[in-house]
């Protein structure tokens, strides 16, 4: 079984910087690309940026500039690196899992505040 475990979230103001890490742990050989959604108070789960074995990155439109994702294959860990933060990107963010068998997992989420 896979268990993906987040870390980093909190309050922060605006215009400053969080990292989020998530280690998976279990067996994960088949790992296909991890990710980070977020989802909002009353609003649905999206997708916030996306990575792949192979290093490719795919991010939402509304956080490219200011967040970087990366990983450490060696530790099976994915980071979220979130500059110039704003409001609107307060949320719960989940880590996902995507396996070439199919399989997907998520963490419990962190929450993120944006306030001053």
């Known amino acids: 079984q896979v268990q993906l475990v987040e870390s980093g979230g909190g309050l922060v103001q605006p215009g400053g910087s969080l990292r989020l890490s998530c280690a998976a742990s279990?067996?994960?050989?088949?790992?296909?690309?991890m990710a980070w959604y977020r989802q909002a108070l009353g609003k649905q789960r999206d997708l916030v940026a996306s990575i792949t074995t192979g290093g490719g990155t795919n991010y939402a439109d509304s956080v490219k500039g200011r967040f970087t994702i990366s990983r450490d294959n060696a530790r099976n860990t994915v980071y979220l690196q979130m500059n110039s933060l704003k409001p609107e990107d307060t949320a719960v963010y989940y880590c996902y899992l995507y396996r070439w068998s199919g399989a997907e997992y998520w963490g419990n989420g962190t929450l993120v505040t944006v306030s001053a």
């Open positions: 279990g067996y994960i050989r088949d790992l296909n690309r």
